[in-house]
């Protein structure tokens, strides 16, 4: 069983940083794009950032210019690298990767056990 492990949530104070890892589990055959989502109490999950397997980014107006994401294709890893962070930043952020375990067959949505982020003094 595939799984997308993520690590590196926590507590933080606002102006602080954190990283965030998802990797996957095992060996595949390869991963096309991968992102990161969040969702606070209350709210809808969005999107945070997301890239491409050529590398291409985007991300939520919200987060632009404090947060980067990469992507490790060794590692089978994606990070999310948080910066400047504000308290409406706390959410459960989630990992979520289009993942081809062999090839030949159609790829599917693998998402991560979420990891909590709060942003407080």
């Known amino acids: 069983q595939v799984q997308l492990v993520e690590s590196g949530g926590g507590l933080v104070q606002p102006g602080g940083s954190l990283r965030l890892s998802c990797a996957v589990s095992r060996s595949i055959f390869s991963i096309n794009g991968m992102g990161w989502y969040r969702q606070a109490p209350g709210k809808e999950r969005e999107l945070v950032a997301g890239?491409?397997?050529?590398?291409?980014?985007n991300y939520a107006d919200s987060v632009k210019g404090r947060f980067t994401i990469s992507r490790d294709n060794a590692k089978n890893t994606v990070y999310l690298q948080m910066n400047s962070l504000k308290p409406e930043d706390t959410a459960v952020y989630y990992c979520?990767?289009?993942?081809?375990?062999?090839?030949?067959?159609?790829?599917?949505?693998?998402w991560g056990q979420g990891t909590q982020v709060t942003v407080s003094s």
């Open positions: 890239i491409t397997s050529g590398g291409r980014t």
């Open positions: 979520n990767a289009e993942l081809l375990l062999r090839q030949w067959v159609s790829p599917h949505d693998y």
